[in-house]
């Protein structure tokens, strides 16, 4: 099972969930949330990731707003709290949190030194900024809403980075998506995955759009993709 832990930046301190695996010294892998803060589904997704091998560090995001946030996305007045985070939310003091996390996990004790950073919704474009402004070692960003906007950064990403798309994703359109494609078409370091019939979160454990066998299909792409990249 994981634990809270603090860091402390130059901006402030905020708390960390990490969870390890069974044997060290492990690669890391930063798990960055959506507008739900560290709730249980992210726990999961740690203990999936410690489970292949990988020490998970999952930061709150929203910590100079509403730090401890830990959100149930099946709650009404849950959803219209994380929403008003997001909209709120100041994504180049974001990048430089998770830059620091990333930075903080290569000393972790236990660590080999490589990082890898993923996330989901919103914790997805954090992931392509991170890769964009400051590197990682791998990164893979699950349905990232808003990536399209962000594209002029494209070029600045060296590390591999894997993206998870759901074609009928409600928040990324299909003009977006074929935007990112677009972006990426003569990178060989971008590999996307389109899933058919999948909507927006598709991954999430409990989420209203989970698919099961999606889900599984890009968890271990991705699993596959960090063993690849930080082993």
């Given amino acids: 099972m994981g634990e809270y832990h603090t860091l402390s930046t130059d901006e402030g301190s905020f708390r960390l969930y990490i969870d390890y695996p069974d044997k060290t010294p492990a690669p890391a892998v930063v798990v960055l949330q959506e507008i739900f803060g560290i709730n249980n589904d992210l726990r999961q997704s740690c203990r999936e990731l410690a489970e292949q091998g ?3 560090v999952c930061p709150d995001l929203f910590w100079r707003m509403e730090p401890g946030l830990d959100l149930n996305e099946w709650s009404e007045s849950d959803w219209k709290k994380g929403l ?3 909209a709120a939310y100041d994504f180049d003091a974001g ?3 998770v830059a620091a996390v990333v930075a903080a ?3 972790l004790e236990g660590c080999t030194g490589k990082v890898g950073v ?3 919704c919103l914790g997805g474009l954090m992931t392509f900024l991170t890769a964009a402004r400051s590197g990682v070692d791998a990164g893979v960003e699950y349905y990232g809403g808003g990536t399209e906007k962000y594209l002029a950064e494209a070029p600045a990403i060296k590390a ?3 993206m ?3 074609e009928e994703d409600e928040f990324i359109s299909k003009p977006a998506q074929a935007q990112i494609k677009a972006a990426f078409a003569h990178k060989d370091n971008v590999t996307i995955y389109s899933y058919p019939g999948c909507s927006h979160a598709f991954a999430r454990h409990t989420g209203t759009h989970y698919d ?3 889900a599984a299909l890009a968890n271990n792409r991705t699993y596959e993709f960090f063993h690849r990249h930080l082993d």
């Fill in 95 to 97: 990048a430089r949190d």
């Fill in 84 to 86: 008003s985070l997001y």
């Fill in 212 to 214: 099961a066998q999606a």
């Fill in 160 to 162: 591999p980075l894997m």
């Fill in 164 to 166: 998870h798309l759901g």
């Fill in 105 to 107: 996990a290569r000393n």
């Fill in 118 to 120: 993923m996330g989901y």
């Fill in 54 to 56: 990988f020490i998970a």
